[in-house]
């Protein structure tokens, strides 16, 4: 019997960033402005929306007009980047529809942040 060996959790993290960015920059590419549009629009949603329930990127997403990005994971390098800036924390897990059903982080207006 062969075992798969797990990468340490840091190195999968990283490796998710590294995958979310340049999902990012591909929207870029295809859409000048996209980083920018998605940016303001998540801190308009987590300012509204946020400030009263927690919520996942895949809520932002589909509330948003923002032109869809050519890989749905662009989102979640606008939401590192939201959390390393202090404005938005984790607060739990949710499955959700995009991931049929997995659990994706929840997300609050982090309520220290300008």
């Given amino acids: 019997m062969t075992f798969q060996t797990e990468l340490p959790l ?6 998710g ?23 303001s629009a998540f801190v308009a949603y987590a300012k509204t929306a946020g400030a009263v329930r927690a919520f996942t990127t895949e809520d932002v997403r589909t509330a948003t007009n923002v032109p869809p990005a050519p890989d749905a994971r662009a989102w979640g390098s606008i939401a590192q980047r939201l959390k390393r800036e202090g404005k938005i924390v984790a607060c739990g ?22």
Avoid at 10 to 15: C, G, H, V
Avoid at 17 to 39: F, H, K, M, S
């Fill in 10 to 15: 840091t190195q999968a993290k990283k490796r």
């Fill in 17 to 39: 960033l590294i995958a979310a960015q340049a999902c990012a920059d591909a929207a870029e590419r295809r859409n000048p402005g996209w980083v920018a549009e998605a940016y």
């Fill in 93 to 114: 897990f949710r499955g959700v529809v995009s991931s049929n059903g997995s659990p994706k982080v929840l997300w609050k207006l982090n309520p220290e942040s300008k």
